[in-house]
């Protein structure tokens, strides 16, 4: 239960939790990124076929 003590009530705690939902925000972002391009990429070459 320490753990989650220093996890939030700590700074460099804070800064892990903020890493975290960063990276996890970014991994989202760019899964619908990628998906949207690959969507656009392959509504392009569809219509030219």
Known sequence: ??????LF???YGLF???GFI?????A???FR???RKMN???????SER
């Open 16 to 18: 892990s939790v903020a």
């Open 22 to 26: 960063f990276m996890i925000g970014m």
């Open 33 to 35: 990124f990628f998906m």
């Open 28 to 30: 989202i972002w760019f």
């Open 40 to 46: 656009e990429s392959e509504r392009a070459h569809g």
């Open 9 to 11: 009530s700590t700074d």
């Open 1 to 6: 239960m320490k753990a989650m003590a220093d």
